[in-house]
Nanobody
């Protein structure tokens, strides 16, 4: 089970940190991703953290978002800085490649004045 939290309303240029509490899987032994789905658009991969700790970012968030994990807390994070209105979406975490059984409710991020 994955439970996302940390979303909210933030002004452009602001920051948020999303958390994904993982149960039923070992954080350090799997590849994890953050995904997002904006209204009227398909869900897209935003960032990935691999087992050794190396990361991948979509071009649209590179340099602004940072994915990380805390193995002891069984949590995956997404630090989002310099947020833009285009970042508005529901954000989800999941394994990478994603597994249907792991999709949760997500957390809404709205970037607006």
């Amino acid at each position: 089970q994955l439970v996302e939290s940390g979303g909210g309303l933030v002004q452009p240029g602001g920051s948020l940190r999303l958390s994904c509490a993982v149960s039923g899987a070992t954080v350090r032994a799997n590849i994890w991703g953050w995904y997002r789905q904006a209204p009227g658009k398909q869900r897209e991969l935003v960032a990935t953290i691999y087992i050794p700790g190396n990361t991948y970012y979509a071009d649209s968030v590179k340099g602004r978002f940072t994915i990380s994990r805390d193995n002891a807390k069984s949590t995956v994070y997404l630090q989002m800085n310099s947020l833009k209105p285009d970042d508005t979406a529901v954000y989800y975490c999941n394994r990478f490649p994603s597994r249907d059984v792991y999709w949760g409710q997500g957390t809404q991020v709205t970037v607006s004045y």
